[in-house]
């Protein structure tokens, strides 16, 4: 019987082609109209250690989350197979190089001892033997488990002869071999993954022809399998997909919301977005209207400050990094908040503290986006909770900078950036370009004047202008000055912004709630664990729990009051806090900003998404128990 939907996982060596076999799938099964959300894992390191393509495929809707166990595992490795042991579902499939099956646990050197040692710990507790054969019969035996042996250095072989390929180029194909078996399990048609290929490899048709003669060779190893697992006909109507990173629709949303200037330092997971830009920064409309100048600088600080300078000659600008980035421009940005520079910060959290897991996603950097400067001045936190919702607030954070003139940071993750989904196409229509107040300078300019709390703008360069910005206290012209009083007077103007902000910025782009209006408990969060709260919130209401979440979306100058209006509708033990941290930095902010303490928290901080399943266990756990707090770890 045909499924609404799918899990996938993809696993083998990184740099083995794990991500290109993601692309060539999730751009196959769009053509066809399947949703797709697929999560990208790696190691810090250039090649070899596991990595692996966690994905969920849609004929109902386009997916919000990931959830275990999977139907199918695609294997490169025999890591992968030791590695995922547990994620396979019952009837599952699992497709294996069968040049592996005597591969023993102990001779994987590229698996870190630790993990080796556990893996180890639960097949001896199976009574397993440790070699792929053994955890394959094991699967078979007590899960039900289709285990699908393909013989790799044959079918690479047929294709070394019938093309001459140098046999050290053969491990390229692999990521073919291990596409089109999902593809023949899936019953995807040539059709398709030739639409797919020809896009992946758009100037190598040798390429695209070399892997569809592997895909023939991999579909008649299978034809006994051919649509195994078939999905049903797509239900939605989408006439055109986008598939996109987090990192791709950041960057789409900064080009169509009037970026010029952009600088970076590269940093995992931020520099792709630049590199996104880069390819598409020369801009034609009816009119050739240039560039946007994309600029690696040789530091973060240079790359605050040269965004900065970009911003005050008229420029929208911004910079983008991780938290070890962020942590060098923070000077920079308490220069912005003292001269009142409308600059954006596109800040994509890793896993800390110092370099810590560097390919890994966390949220734990929130109080360093919202607190992070000497001397207190305004700037506003935005976050993001999906794709979409990417797109627009790159565009809202250069609108929200530039009308209030203060520094945006618009804090994203690694789950967001790294996660690839298909999405429809933007609504440019409804997209606004709010510039703020802008002067046109003269003799008599005030850049500072105290008559407004945002005074109008003008930009370095108009004519018959002259203005000075200093990192010292200044007067309205921006002259050096201490005196007392006009301490008070600049330090309260730039200060009053926050209280203009929480008036001005609209409620939609302070918070969205999702759920039941007759509800029986609240769950809060903000980011991108969105997805996966509202596919929890339908879960449970099937099971009698009527719940809704808040998603936060202006995480700085906090919205108290309508967050409070919100947590008033259920009782203080009904509210849960969710977060990638320890503390659940949320909770305490919430707790900071309105007096109202959460008790009841859900963490995860191993730097993996957090899935249906657990989630779903968590929240029945918390509103079920005295329990108050659970950590999720689930995830290779």
Avoid at 107 to 123: A, G, H
Wanted: aromatic share 8%.
């Amino acid at each position: 019987m045909a499924r609404e939907d799918v899990g996938i996982i993809l696993g083998g060596p990184q740099g083995a082609g794990v991500e290109t076999s993601m692309m060539v799938l999730t751009r196959a099964l769009a053509r066809r109209g399947f949703g797709v959300i697929a999560d990208r894992e790696y190691f810090s390191n250039i090649t070899g250690r596991h990595s692996y393509i966690h994905m969920l495929v849609s004929s109902r809707a386009i997916p919000r989350s990931l959830r275990y166990p999977v139907e199918i595992i695609a294997s490169m490795d025999a890591e992968t197979l030791f590695t995922h042991i547990d994620d396979v579902a019952n009837g599952g499939y699992i497709v294996y190089d069968s040049g592996v099956a005597s591969k023993r646990l102990e001779e994987i050197v590229s698996m870190e001892d630790i993990t080796r040692v556990r893996v180890l710990e639960k097949l001896k507790k199976n009574g397993v033997a440790s070699t792929v054969a053994s955890v394959l019969k094991f699967l078979e035996r007590d899960r039900d488990v289709k285990a699908i042996g393909l013989n790799f250095a044959d079918l690479l072989r047929r294709l070394m002869n019938r093309y001459r390929i140098e046999v050290s180029s053969l491990s390229r194909y692999v990521s073919g071999i291990i596409v089109s078996a999902v593809a023949v399990l899936l019953g995807l048609d040539v059709e398709a993954i030739k639409y797919s290929l020809s896009i992946q490899f758009s100037s190598r048709r040798n390429i695209v022809e070399q892997n569809l003669e592997l895909f023939k060779y991999v579909e008649e190893s299978l034809q006994s399998y051919r649509n195994s697992i078939a999905l049903e006909k797509p239900k939605h109507n989408f006439r055109k997909l986008m598939i996109v990173t987090g990192n791709d629709v950041v960057a789409m949303g900064k080009i169509v919301g009037g970026l010029r200037y952009q600088s970076y330092y590269p940093i995992t997971p931020a520099a792709d977005e630049s590199f996104a830009i880069e390819k598409y920064e020369h801009l034609r409309a009816e009119k050739d209207i240039g560039s946007i100048v994309v600029i690696q600088t040789e530091d973060e600080i240079s790359a605050i400050c040269s965004a900065i300078g970009a911003s005050l000659a008229g420029a929208r600008s911004a910079t983008v990094t991780s938290g070890p980035g962020f942590d060098l421009m923070v000077e920079g940005i308490s220069w912005a908040g003292a001269n009142e520079v409308p600059i954006v910060v596109t800040y994509y959290q890793r896993g800390g503290p110092s370099t810590g897991q560097p390919t890994r996603g966390s949220q734990s950097d929130l109080f360093n986006a919202i607190f992070a400067g000497h001397g207190e001045f305004a700037r506003v936190v935005i976050t993001s909770g999906d794709h979409v919702e990417a797109f627009y607030d790159s565009i809202e954070a250069f609108n929200i900078a530039e009308r209030f003139q203060v520094p945006v940071i618009h804090l994203l993750d690694k789950f967001l950036a790294n996660s690839i989904r298909t999405i429809p196409p933007p609504d440019l229509d409804s997209v606004k370009i709010v510039r703020g107040s802008i002067s046109s300078g003269g003799k008599e300019y005030k850049r500072f004047d105290l008559g407004y709390i945002v005074s109008p703008r003008a930009f370095i360069g108009v004519d018959d202008t002259v203005m000075w910005y200093s990192g010292d206290e200044h007067d309205e012209y921006g002259h050096i000055v201490e005196d007392p009083e006009n301490r008070v007077s600049m330090y309260s103007k730039r200060i009053k912004k926050l209280d203009l902000i929480a008036s001005e910025v609209s409620r939609d782009m302070k918070l969205q709630v999702y759920g039941d209006r007759d509800l029986d408990y609240i769950i809060i969060g903000w980011g991108s664990v969105k997805g996966v709260v509202l596919d929890a919130l339908e879960l449970l209401y099937r099971k009698g729990f009527r719940g809704c979440y808040i998603n936060v979306k202006l995480l700085w100058p906090f919205p108290s009051r309508e967050v409070v209006e919100v947590l008033s509708k259920t009782d203080r033990d009904r509210i849960i806090a969710i977060e990638h941290s320890y503390n659940v930095q949320i909770a305490d902010l919430v707790a900071l900003s309105t007096s109202i303490k959460i008790e009841k928290k859900i963490a995860k901080f191993t730097g993996r998404p957090i899935t249906l399943n657990e989630l779903v266990d968590a929240l029945q756990k918390l509103l079920t128990s005295e329990t108050t707090h659970v950590v999720l770890t689930y995830g290779a």
